[in-house]
Structures are given as C-alpha cells and as structure tokens.
C-alpha cells in the first residue's frame, strides 16, 4: 500500500494567518481526499482532490476557506485560511483507489491550535 | 456528514478479555471497513469487508456484516494493552461518490494489564 509523507505534524498559528499542510505519496494515486477531526470528534471529510480538476468539496466546507491544489499524482496540499480557534483540530490526507482491498492509507495528521 | 453511530462510545475492558465494537449506517454500501487510531494520530487500516459478505477474519479480529440491518460489529479477541486505541467504522460507496469513506463516530476501547 501507499506510504504518505504529511508535513507539518503539528502547529500553533495566530487567529487571521493561514497554514498549508503538505501530503506526499510514494506512488501515483488517483484520488486524495482530505478530513477534519475535531478535539474528541470522528473524521469529517473535507473535499476529494483528483489531479487536473478542481476539488470536489462536501456540504459545510467552502474552497476559499480551505483551497486545495493537486499538481500532480503525487502530491496535494490544504491550506487553513483566515483562521479561527474553530479550526484548532487534526487534518488528515488519505489515499485510496476504488474497489481496493487494502483500505485506504493515512497520512500522520497535522495538529493545528489556534490561538 | 457520518454515516451512523458507533457504541459503545467507549469499552474498557482487562487484558485476555473479548472487545465487540459495533457500527450502523444509513445508506447502502459497497464496503465497510474498520480503522484503528492512536492518541489521535493518523489511521491504520484494519480490515475491510464487501456488502455480499458476512463475516470476515483477520488474525485476533473478526468482523460480520448485516446488509438488512445496517450493521457492523468487530470483535478483538484476547485483547492486550497494546490494543487500546480509538477505532472507527467507515463506509465506501465507490461507484457513486467518487470512493470517498464516510466515518462513524468511533469508539473509544481501554485494555487494562
């Protein structure tokens, strides 16, 4: 299976600045998506980034808020803009291909605070 | 949005002892696959079944799949310290959202020496 490389593993940031979280994959993949976990909270995704196309984001999650590039197969980033201590959680990149049966690979999370 | 809820939220239980985690969801599946999480890191695949089948075994895991109840169950067995994690079910409908999972609320288990 994929190994993911996600970079920062943790970070305190100022209210109003902004952070973008690197994922790195050791092999071409299709689809990345990306979650947000809050403090105690399950996974939420965020939006799936295919490379050539604009991220397809789900219901409550807006691409000025969280604008995402995919350049190419191997490599996708998120960015954390206009910050609020709302947005103090772990995100995470994920890597999977359809009808797979190795389940999808994680990358390590990146825990943000908001201060 | 999650696809359903988990229980118990939270298990503690003594080292030897059997873990059964269970896991309903809302909308039909093409799989369902179990992930476990420590201390919130990132999320290791554990195991994956398909909505034809039932039951499923992996080493000291063994997971059962009822597609007219909308449920899942994952049992550890002889549970070690080493087992204490969060885990969490996730659902895949590849062929219509893009293979996207969508994660239950997860439960919470405590294996005590």
């Known amino acids: 299976s994929a190994v993911i490389s996600q970079k920062p593993s943790r970070d305190i940031c100022q209210r109003g600045t902004s952070l973008t979280i690197q994922c790195q994959v050791d092999s071409q993949v299709t689809m990345m998506f990306w979650y947000r976990q809050q403090p105690g909270q399950s996974l939420t995704l965020i939006a799936t980034?295919?490379?050539?196309?604009?991220?397809?984001?789900e219901s409550g999650f807006v691409i000025d808020k969280f604008p995402i590039s995919r350049p190419n197969l191997t490599f996708s980033t998120l960015t954390v803009s206009n910050m609020s201590p709302e947005d103090s959680s772990i995100y995470l990149c994920s890597v999977g291909e359809r009808d797979t049966n190795y389940g999808y690979t994680f990358g390590s999370g990146t825990r943000l605070t908001v201060v | 949005s999650q696809q359903g809820e988990e229980d118990p939220q939270a298990l503690s239980i003594q080292e030897g002892e059997n873990a059964t985690m269970n896991c309903s969801y809302k909308t039909s599946i093409n799989n369902l696959q179990w992930y476990r999480q420590n201390s919130g890191r990132g999320l290791v695949h554990l195991i994956l079944i398909r909505s034809n089948e039932r039951e499923k075994h992996s080493g000291r895991l063994r997971v059962t799949l009822d597609t007219s109840k909308k449920s899942s169950s994952l049992l550890i067995t002889a549970s070690r310290a080493a087992d204490t994690a969060s885990y969490f079910c996730a659902t895949g409908t590849f062929e219509y959202q893009g293979g996207k999972l969508i994660f239950g609320q997860g439960t919470e288990l405590s294996v005590k020496p």
């Open positions: 980034a295919n490379q050539g196309s604009e991220a397809t984001y």
